[in-house]
């Protein structure tokens, strides 16, 4: 039987209120900072992020600023999140990208930031609804993981869930989507033995895929 989707995310909703928002929420203040602050994020725990976040943009908050930085100076500074080497050297890159193609201004299209490197859909999403409030669904692997898990979607991969999700999920948690179920990944619905013990939507979850709880 189809889940409710409406009554679902509203639970989320509420649940998610007792947890700490994911780091990218923290740093809004320009499409830069989140653009930066998700590069940093990929593959990193949010502890880490947050603190590498803090320390690069105590140094610059903007395109030119960061790009007088050296690259030694944003290793250091962003050291230790996962691939800090590589992530140094595309922070550079898209710092004399934006003051050359865009004025050094961050794209507002999708189109436009999966041009940049290092940023993929899930970067590129996250920039547009959080840097812009414009629309866009970020899929990381938790929502990826849920969504199937709900049996709303039925996908292989978190570009395909995208996909799915952007013709069948209310155009009114298109923005929200991410962040609640990221919340609600890291704390209930975790990749391996779920909490459903915990769960106010067990009863209605089909729980797709799941071989063990608690």
Same mark, same amino acid.
């Given at each position: 039987?189809?889940?409710?989707?409406?009554?679902?995310?509203?639970?989320?909703?509420?649940?998610?209120?007792?947890w700490?928002?994911?780091?990218?929420?923290?740093?809004?203040?320009?499409?830069?900072?989140?653009?930066?602050?998700?590069?940093?994020?990929?593959?990193?725990?949010?502890?880490?992020?947050?603190?590498?976040s803090?320390?690069?943009?105590?140094?610059?908050?903007?395109?030119?600023?960061?790009?007088?930085?050296?690259?030694?100076?944003?290793?250091?500074?962003?050291?230790?999140?996962s691939?800090?080497?590589? @992530?140094? /050297?595309?922070?550079?890159?898209?710092?004399?990208? +934006?003051?050359? !193609?865009?004025?050094?201004?961050?794209?507002e299209? =999708?189109e436009?930031?999966?041009?940049?490197?290092?940023?993929?859909?899930?970067?590129?999403?996250?920039?547009?609804?959080?840097?812009?409030?414009?629309?866009?669904?970020c899929?990381?692997?938790?929502?990826?993981?849920?969504?199937?898990?709900?049996?709303?979607? @039925?996908? /292989?991969?978190?570009?395909?869930?995208?996909?799915? +999700?952007?013709? !069948?999920?209310?155009?009114?948690?298109?923005?929200? =989507?991410?962040?609640?179920l990221?919340?609600?990944?890291?704390?209930?619905?975790?990749?391996?033995?779920?909490l459903?013990?915990?769960?106010?939507l067990?009863?209605?979850?089909?729980?797709l895929?799941?071989?063990?709880?608690?």
């Amino acid at each position: 039987m189809p889940i409710h989707i409406h009554r679902f995310l509203r639970t989320v909703q509420k649940e998610s209120r007792r947890w700490r928002v994911p780091v990218v929420g923290h740093y809004t203040d320009t499409p830069f900072t989140v653009l930066i602050s998700c590069i940093l994020s990929l593959r990193t725990q949010d502890k880490t992020t947050d603190a590498a976040s803090g320390r690069l943009f105590r140094l610059a908050k903007t395109p030119r600023a960061m790009a007088k930085l050296s690259h030694s100076v944003i290793q250091k500074a962003i050291y230790p999140v996962s691939f800090y080497r590589n @992530k140094a /050297k595309s922070i550079k890159k898209i710092c004399a990208i +934006l003051l050359k !193609k865009y004025d050094g201004c961050v794209p507002e299209t =999708i189109e436009e930031l999966v041009k940049l490197p290092g940023v993929g859909r899930k970067t590129a999403n996250l920039t547009v609804t959080l840097g812009y409030g414009k629309p866009g669904i970020c899929v990381d692997t938790h929502v990826h993981r849920i969504t199937n898990r709900w049996g709303y979607v @039925k996908t /292989k991969t978190p570009d395909e869930t995208e996909g799915v +999700l952007r013709t !069948k999920l209310p155009r009114k948690y298109w923005i929200d =989507i991410n962040e609640w179920l990221v919340m609600y990944g890291q704390n209930i619905c975790q990749p391996v033995s779920p909490l459903c013990s915990q769960c106010r939507l067990q009863p209605n979850c089909p729980r797709l895929g799941v071989i063990h709880s608690r």
